[in-house]
């Protein structure tokens, strides 16, 4: 384990090799059998809600059907998520070439909003947890089996690859010490 600021970091974030290669996983990540989407924080409920008019151009009639009934995201005060469509894909997502791919992302690429999609999302296959600190455990799963391919292939570990989110979720500081932990072990 490793300790940055308050954040708890397990050793797999930092010696893991990944990069996402999505023409081969063809987005997995955002059609995930379970039921629930992708964790909210309470602070991004009124966010999904702002961008939401910005997103909804790329979305089907499927996705746009669950969000009239269920609404744009599900649970309570400390335990939100997005909607799912039949238990598996984000009522987010479009596809693009057979490709799962998040609205929100993309309306944000497209400048259209300035939020770009959930933390959870953006951090993922890194998993969030809170418990009076801050845990960061990496989430090995078979449909990313790919991404860990690619990122041994390319010599790209995890943190490397999701810089941007961990930055965006925990500032430039915290992830340039996360870095050199990484560099120290090795």
């Known amino acids: 384990m490793i300790i940055v600021g308050n954040t708890f970091v397990d050793e797999a974030v930092t010696s893991s090799a990944f990069c996402c290669d999505l023409k081969a996983c063809k987005g997995a990540c955002c059609c995930l059998e379970g039921g629930r989407g992708a964790p909210l924080t309470d602070e991004e409920v009124p966010l999904i809600a ?15 059907d669950v969000i009239d009934r269920e ?3 599900e649970g309570y005060a400390g ?6 469509i039949d238990h598996r894909e984000c ?32 951090l993922f296959p890194i998993r969030l947890r809170h418990l ?10 078979p ?33 340039m010490q996360l870095r050199d932990q990484q560099i120290e072990m090795t």
């Not at 702002?50 to 746009?64: C, G, H, N």
């Not at 790919?146 to 979720?169: H, M, Q, S, W």
Request: hydrophobic share 40%; glycine share 8%.
């Open 143 to 175: 449909e990313c089996l790919p991404a860990r391919e690619y990122g041994a292939a390319a010599n790209i570990t995890l943190v490397d690859f999701l810089k941007d989110p961990l930055i965006r979720a925990f500032g430039e500081p915290w992830y």
């Open 91 to 122: 009522v987010f997502v479009y596809f693009d070439g057979g490709i799962a791919k998040c609205a929100f992302e993309r309306a944000y690429n497209e400048g259209k909003t300035n939020w770009r999609k959930p933390i959870s999302c953006h």
């Open 79 to 84: 335990s939100f998520a997005t909607p799912c």
């Open 50 to 64: 702002t961008a939401f008019p910005f997103a909804k151009e790329y979305l089907d009639i499927r996705s746009l």
């Open 71 to 73: 609404g744009l995201v």
């Open 132 to 141: 009076g600190l801050t845990f960061l455990r990496y989430e090995q799963m």
